[in-house]
């Protein structure tokens, strides 16, 4: 079955980002100028408000691929639930379908075959191979 490999994006501690972040806290400290001693010794170390921002998106990266393997498995399990002969169909016309090898498009796909909003029998696209973004593959017949 066609899909698309999640990317991974590890978070990068960038000087931009540090800059941003002083300016950030010289801004709150200005906005008040007669409590900028007490804004001041609350405003985290950039060190530490940088590993918390690390820590939150590896946990934001995690959930996100886990609720994608959720995905997959719920379509995988909604296409083998279906008779043999109507699987392989639906399989070969998710190869073929120009949509990306994603699992909310998958999802999208079955939902509109149970809807009745698309039948195998006349498809609103033409079946050809594809790559995982739903690209015709040159010179596949």
């Known amino acids: 079955m066609r899909f698309l490999r999640s990317p991974r994006h590890p978070f990068t501690d960038t000087a931009r980002k540090r800059a941003a972040l002083a300016r950030r806290q010289k801004a709150d400290r200005e906005a008040l ?55 392989r169909r639906v399989r070969a016309a998710w190869d073929g379908a120009p949509y990306p090898g994603d699992p909310v498009y998958l999802l999208d796909f079955l939902h509109s075959l149970e809807a009745g909003r698309i039948a195998l029998d006349a498809l609103p696209f033409t079946l050809r191979r594809a790559n995982p973004r739903g690209h015709a593959i040159m010179g596949a017949g």
């Open 33 to 87: 100028p007669l409590f900028a001693a007490e804004i001041a010794a609350r405003q985290k170390s950039p060190d530490d408000l940088m590993q918390a921002r690390a820590n939150a998106w590896a946990a934001h990266e995690a959930r996100s691929r886990q609720r994608r393997a959720d995905q997959w498995r719920r379509a995988r399990r909604l296409i083998d639930a279906m008779p043999s002969r109507q699987r």
